[in-house]
């Protein structure tokens, strides 16, 4: 082992921080931490409505740089974010470089670094790559499954566990499912596109083409629309702030209804989660992390009141303890690790 370390010493993947101040006799212990800095990528977000971009470190941590609002075309939204990231990627030193990981609200085929289709931006079979870099390598995933992958990483209570299914809540809502302890992308990488079942043959049309899907209930721009059907101005430049601003008031008589609609149309997705998949929890992320107290609580208490007799009706619903104050970050943390993961060999 102290040989090991010393090789990442010398390499500089990790680095020294105190020596252990304690009243035994023998050597003390040396505290380790990663270099944040030994490594560093380029990290973007693609939201529905906007791009975040920023750079991933060493240690698995972030940095937001720019935003920018995401085109409708992609040609558009390339040119855009081929512009913006040129700006960070010559600050970066060539050698430290590891390359481009992003986050995609749709599918993906993670080994060709192909996006598969984003139902909300009508984006089918396009590639990144060529692109932003034929030099440096460009990696890809859903944003719920690079959730769930930070989540795991930062979390210490899912430590142990390896059936965990990962709710995020956006404009759409996509799930990051981890069986067995590794992420279940499916043949086709559209495991975890929950949003997309039906849970009412003739309810709202989806941007899917479908209708009834779960997110045209429960997403932050079906919650949104239902506030503002009713009259309710609500603050925020785009859907995901004025779902936080729904969730801000939620102790005012005139915000109840929605409160109580949130927790409803999401149990109805996570009791079929539960009983098709019968994980160890469920992980809100997005923006519905940040749901009061006394409404995840409730909703806990229906999903509970709804799902098979086998589960034992003690299902535990959590929140992300990484999406806090509405920034929805754990998919960038999830960016920066996943592209670590995929280039250990070069370095290590």
Partial sequence: ???IIREFLLAGLCEEISTEVT???????????????AYVSIV????????SIGKGYFDGTTSTISSFSTPSTFEEFTEVLVEKTGEVVKKIPKYKFLGYSISVPGMVDVER????????????DVFLKDSLSKRYPVVLDNE??????????????????????FVYVSEGIGCGIMLGGQIH?????????????????DGPKCYCGNSGCWETFASSEAIVRKAQSEGLELKGSNNNERYLDILK???KSEYSFLIEEIEKSLAVGIVNIVNSLDPEVIVLGGVASMLPEEALKRLTGIVNSRVLYATGQNIEVRRSILDTHGKTSSNMIGAALHIIERRVDDFI
């Fill in 1 to 3: 082992m102290t040989k």
């Fill in 44 to 51: 973007v977000d693609i939201g529905v409505e906007e791009t």
């Fill in 249 to 251: 008031n939620y102790e």
């Fill in 185 to 201: 992308r499916g043949r086709d990488y559209s495991a975890g596109e929950i949003g997309h079942m039906t849970v009412q043959l």
């Fill in 23 to 37: 009243d035994r006799i023998g050597r003390k212990a040396i505290e380790l931490r990663l270099n944040r800095k």
């Fill in 113 to 124: 670094s192909k996006i598969v289709y984003v139902p909300h931006l009508g984006w089918k």
């Fill in 144 to 165: 719920a499954n690079l959730s769930l992958i930070a989540e795991k990483w930062n979390n210490p209570g899912l430590a142990g566990l390896g059936d965990i299914v």
